[in-house]
């Protein structure tokens, strides 16, 4: 079994940066995905990539402003957030699936974060 725990979310204005992080143990996985939950939305895939290396493919909602990065010896994945805007509020979770085809539902990730709440303030 997979453990997850995000942390670094918080209160930013318009503009600003967040680096959210996500540390995992206790099993293997194949790819993480980044999901996001805006108030009364539907969660959202921002982010995927395969945790042994290789492309990262991001939402168009985000492209440009967001980059993932890992420290492989410490099993934590980064989500660097830059040039934020009040759209991108929401509950952001990460979260790893077995499958290495870049799934893209939430239902093909078996494991979740706790989910860390990001307010951008305009």
């Known amino acids: 079994q997979v453990q997850l725990e995000e942390s670094g979310g918080g209160l930013v204005q318009a503009g600003g940066s967040l680096r959210l992080s996500c540390a995992a143990s206790?099993?293997?996985?194949?790819?993480m995905g980044w999901f996001r939950q805006p108030p009364g939305k539907e969660r959202e895939l921002i982010a995927v990539f395969r945790w042994s290396g290789g492309t990262t493919i991001y939402a168009n909602s985000v492209k440009g402003r967001f980059t993932i990065s890992r420290d492989n010896a410490k099993n934590i994945a980064y989500l660097e957030m830059s040039s934020l805007k009040p759209e991108d509020t929401a509950v952001y979770h990460c979260a790893v699936s077995p499958y290495v085809w870049y799934p893209r539902s939430p239902s093909e990730y078996i494991y979740w974060g706790q989910g860390t709440q990001v307010t951008v303030s305009s």
């Open positions: 206790g099993g293997t996985f194949a790819t």
